[in-house]
């Protein structure tokens, strides 16, 4: 969609998280290009495209996929489910499955590996995670707001910048902006997602009575020194891809409401 010159949300970089879309990767890849998404997010974890199923082989099929559809990666997610971190019966599983995305984040061009830290690490595997992460070169960015507020200072020495997750912080009675503002300049990426009143998540702009200030976000994010990228995310939803076509259309599309010259100064500030 072309970007529409009265709106000043119209040339922000969005992303879309490809889990949500359907195990046949390849067509996922091929309908966000279609879609008119410049970036896509891998999730690691996420069955049909794990990365501890894959081989050199393909990592580079990955690689070519992105190529031939015109899109880039804007990174790869770590997000297990957080039981997952305390269970000694799967503390090598889970290192030998971040040591695959390390090796396919290194593929893609050493691209930030998005990481749920565990509220404890009681077997060192977190660390373990982060440690490789750091000797190979490859960014960390912690989900924010956690889970659980990790009580391993250390990690944060491993840890290269933030995701904002917008539903996280909506669920726990946070205010997004807010804590956009407390975490700058960390935070690379926001996973824009909104919460209506009983709880339903869904994407920005398409979740009717979402309680999301998408636009103070967004905007923010485009007036960041860095382009702070946005991610949409619409895991969850029953229909996600039309739901993310209308999350893009409010954004970007004509008619969208301009933000006014007060809003921007309170972002600004």
Do not use: K, Y
């Amino acid at each position: 969609m072309e970007p529409d010159a009265a709106n000043p949300l119209s040339d922000v970089r969005l992303a879309v998280t490809l889990a949500p879309l359907g195990a046949d990767a390849a067509e996922s890849i091929r309908w966000c290009a279609q879609a008119g998404f410049e970036f896509i997010q891998w999730s690691a974890t996420h069955p049909g495209a794990q990365a501890a199923d894959m081989d050199g082989s393909s990592r580079r099929g990955v690689r070519s996929a992105l190529v031939s559809a015109g899109v880039a990666a804007s990174g790869v997610d770590f997000v297990p489910f957080p039981e997952s971190w305390e269970r000694a019966d799967q503390v090598d599983r889970l290192h030998a499955a971040f040591l695959a995305t390390i090796e396919l984040s290194v593929a893609l061009g050493r691209l930030p590996v998005t990481i749920d830290l565990p509220a404890r690490d009681l077997h060192g595997v977190a660390m373990a995670c982060l440690q490789e992460a750091d000797r190979t070169g490859v960014p960390c960015l912690r989900l924010v707001p956690p889970q659980a507020v990790p009580d391993w200072a250390t990690a944060s020495a491993h840890v290269l910048g933030a995701c904002l997750e917008t539903g996280r912080a909506l669920a726990g009675g946070l205010d997004p902006l807010s804590l956009l503002t407390a975490c700058s300049p960390e935070v690379a990426h926001i996973r824009l997602v909104d919460v209506d009143s009983a709880g339903r998540r869904g994407v920005p702009g398409a979740l009717p009575g979402g309680r999301l200030d998408w636009r103070a976000c967004t905007l923010a994010a485009r007036l960041s020194a860095s382009r702070t990228l946005l991610l949409l995310d619409a895991a969850g939803c029953a229909d996600p891809r039309a739901d993310l076509v209308a999350g893009v259309r409010a954004m970007r599309g004509p008619g969208a409401v301009a933000l006014s010259s007060t809003m921007r100064r309170e972002v600004r500030a």
